[in-house]
């Protein structure tokens, strides 16, 4: 009888250690709350985001820090680093509706960015630690011009970013480098999704970076890069080493508009990248918004100091409308296939609707291409000279089945 209680005792002690090591807590942060509150319910919730923030890097995997939506947050918080999260079990950074607050009513939690640090700032100090497994998700980004809407920096990986708005930093989202690692890390960002989200207003850049399997997939980019003519992009992937990045379901319109017109590539890679995946997204400018120099995609060189390369590449189905005068173009793109994308354009100057090369190439050339299905129709009523397909004299190239109509 003694053996069958302490058997009992037993089990029931070892149910309270699994339930207490796998419990995860939400905290919560509102307006009406204080920092002396306990923060572990919507009825005594935080009162700011950078003391909120000061308690992320002891969540256990799993937990959560949630905004109230019809809130309004500063924030002045350095960075974010966390290792107890994981790619399986992440940490949130969310909303949640709080109890005086009709759904209808519940508008996004808004935070500013008061310095020039911006907002979420995922990163380490000093040698790079490994750091995964962050969910960001129903947040309004306010930016002051400066810094960063989302920063990754340091190799961090397995990152959601899902329903954002970033609006009016220097960057919004920047999946930058690391320092030199430490035991464990490898200096990339891997598997970082951005989702669902608007980009607009950033002056610099909408995405600027690189990382190894990731996905920009069905966000809006509108209006980012306007503080220049030159190297200001709606989305901007750059970096050496990243694998596996596909770029899909994005609408972009308004690439570096500076007095008046569109100057920059809307979407441009540079670097070396292999596994590259364009496809289902519709880019576009206004008639009489887009200068020459503003093309709708470009995989191609743009540096002088080294040597850049894209292998298995595959832009397709996407829609380019009325852009500079170059709907898509790649340069030292190896096996290649740019297929069943829909071109348009009525702009007053000449235009390609896809050219390989576009640019003068480093070291690898490309080869191995493959256009077919592409419809491209364009509007040359002053005899500009537009083009649909230019390609090389030479190498392994298929070109079928595509569509070419120039109108007068």
């Given at each position: 009888m003694k053996k069958n209680i302490f058997n009992v005792k037993r089990i029931l002690l070892l149910f309270c250690l699994f339930s207490s090591s796998s419990y995860a807590q939400d905290y919560y942060v509102c307006n009406n709350g204080s920092d002396g509150n306990s923060g572990t319910s919507p009825y005594e919730p935080w009162a700011t985001f950078d003391y909120a923030m000061s308690k992320f890097g002891k969540l256990n995997a799993g937990e959560s820090i949630l905004f109230c939506r019809g809130g309004t947050f500063t924030s002045s918080y350095p960075g974010l680093f966390n290792q107890n999260c994981t790619q399986d079990v992440p940490c949130t950074i969310a909303d949640y509706i709080p109890p005086n607050i009709a759904p209808t009513d519940a508008k996004l939690p808004i935070i500013k960015s008061s310095g020039t640090n911006g907002v979420l700032n995922f990163q380490d100090g000093g040698p790079a630690d490994h750091d995964e497994g962050y969910v960001v998700r129903n947040l309004s980004l306010k930016g002051n011009g400066t810094g960063n809407g989302v920063f990754l920096y340091n190799d961090v990986d397995f990152v959601t970013i899902d329903g954002l708005i970033i609006n009016g930093f220097d960057i919004g989202m920047y999946s930058a480098g690391a320092n030199?690692?430490?035991?464990?890390?490898?200096?990339?960002?891997?598997?970082?999704?951005?989702?669902?989200?608007?980009?607009?207003?950033?002056?610099?850049?909408?995405?600027?970076?690189?990382?190894?399997?990731?996905?920009?997939?069905?966000?809006?980019?509108?209006?980012?890069?306007?503080?220049?003519?030159?190297?200001?992009?709606?989305?901007?992937?750059?970096?050496?080493?990243?694998?596996?990045?596909?770029?899909?379901?994005?609408?972009?319109?308004?690439?570096?508009?500076?007095?008046?017109?569109?100057?920059?590539?809307?979407?441009?890679?540079?670097?070396?990248?292999?596994?590259?995946?364009?496809?289902?997204?519709?880019?576009?400018?206004?008639?009489?918004?887009?200068?020459?120099?503003?093309?709708?995609?470009?995989?191609?060189?743009?540096?002088?100091?080294?040597?850049?390369?894209?292998?298995?590449?595959?832009?397709?189905?996407?829609?380019?409308?009325?852009?500079?005068?170059?709907?898509?173009?790649?340069?030292?793109?190896t096996d290649l296939q740019i297929l069943n994308n829909t071109i348009t354009h009525s702009q007053d100057f000449g235009f390609v609707g896809i050219k390989v090369p576009d640019r003068p190439e480093d070291t690898v050339k490309s080869d191995r291409i493959e256009i077919t299905g592409n419809y491209i129709d364009l509007l040359d009523a002053n005899n500009r000279g537009k083009q649909g397909i230019v390609i090389p004299d030479t190498g392994n190239i298929n070109i079928e089945a595509n569509e070419v109509y120039v109108s007068r």
């Open positions: 030199a690692p430490n035991m464990g890390a490898n200096q990339i960002n891997e598997n970082i999704v951005l989702k669902n989200s608007v980009i607009t207003n950033n002056k610099g850049q909408g995405w600027l970076g690189g990382c190894k399997d990731c996905v920009i997939d069905h966000n809006k980019f509108i209006n980012n890069g306007f503080a220049k003519k030159k190297f200001n992009h709606n989305i901007y992937i750059a970096g050496d080493y990243n694998i596996g990045i596909t770029v899909s379901n994005n609408t972009l319109y308004k690439s570096a508009i500076v007095d008046g017109k569109c100057y920059g590539v809307s979407l441009v890679v540079h670097g070396v990248i292999k596994d590259l995946t364009i496809k289902n997204n519709t880019i576009y400018e206004d008639i009489g918004a887009a200068h020459q120099s503003c093309w709708g995609i470009a995989v191609d060189p743009g540096y002088d100091h080294k040597e850049e390369s894209f292998s298995n590449v595959v832009i397709a189905d996407n829609k380019i409308i009325n852009v500079g005068n170059l709907g898509i173009g790649c340069a030292s793109c």
